[in-house]
């Protein structure tokens, strides 16, 4: 019983989150779209085949977590982001001559192994006391590499808070081809997206 009153409180709480929060940025056909399929939930009876077998939660069906897991969708989205906000990203050098393998997949050169020079494009950003942030990757002109050794397309961001600061790192990668293998120049766009200097971040945060 008492987790079928813990149930009814978590409903209850995203419900209220809910109908007070409101972001204009979101499409309302995702989020009728969310309620639609909680409606018919809520019509749903619970049967054998939807009780739930997991002894730790002997109480609550597949059914209510399906519910759950719907009303926990629709306040995210619902949840008021400030931004996006744009700002622009220092590229330095960080490493030099590693080799790397590169296809001719993503690249104009020849498959092989060449001798690259790295770079990273970052900045830190002050947020308000208390704020959360997010990268919005999709809306910048160009990503590099979250990781450049294992060639992960993203932006690496870290949040870090202090008695007096709020701080919110971004970072992305790129690779510029120097020679072959046997030493000699290449001329070849950085991968993955080509020369960074000027990209510019775009980042939201919540209070």
Request: include cysteine; proline fraction near 5%; aromatic fraction near 8%.
């Amino acid at each position: 019983m008492k987790r079928l009153n813990s149930l009814g409180v978590v409903i209850a709480l995203l419900f209220l989150s809910i109908s007070c929060t409101k972001d204009k940025n979101i499409p309302s056909s995702d989020i009728e779209s969310l309620k639609a399929q909680l409606k018919q939930l809520n019509s749903a009876q619970v049967t054998e085949n939807t009780a739930i077998t997991d002894m730790s939660a002997p109480f609550i069906s597949q059914i209510d977590q399906k519910k759950l897991s719907l009303l926990t969708k629709i306040n995210r989205i619902m949840v008021p982001w400030e931004g996006p906000f744009y700002v622009t990203g220092t590229l330095q050098l960080v490493a030099i001559n590693q080799k790397i393998l590169i296809t001719n997949t993503e690249s104009p050169l020849p498959t092989g192994y060449y001798f690259c020079n790295v770079y990273a494009l970052s900045k830190e950003v002050d947020l308000p006391a208390g704020a959360l942030a997010r990268v919005d990757a999709n809306l910048m002109t160009k990503n590099g590499y979250s990781n450049w050794t294992t060639k992960e397309i993203g932006i690496k961001f870290a949040q870090g808070t202090g008695p007096t600061s709020n701080k919110f790192g971004m970072t992305t990668y790129s690779v510029l081809p120097m020679t072959n293998i046997v030493g000699q120049s290449v001329s070849a766009p950085a991968l993955p997206a080509g020369d960074l200097t000027g990209v510019q971040f775009a980042y939201s945060y919540v209070l």
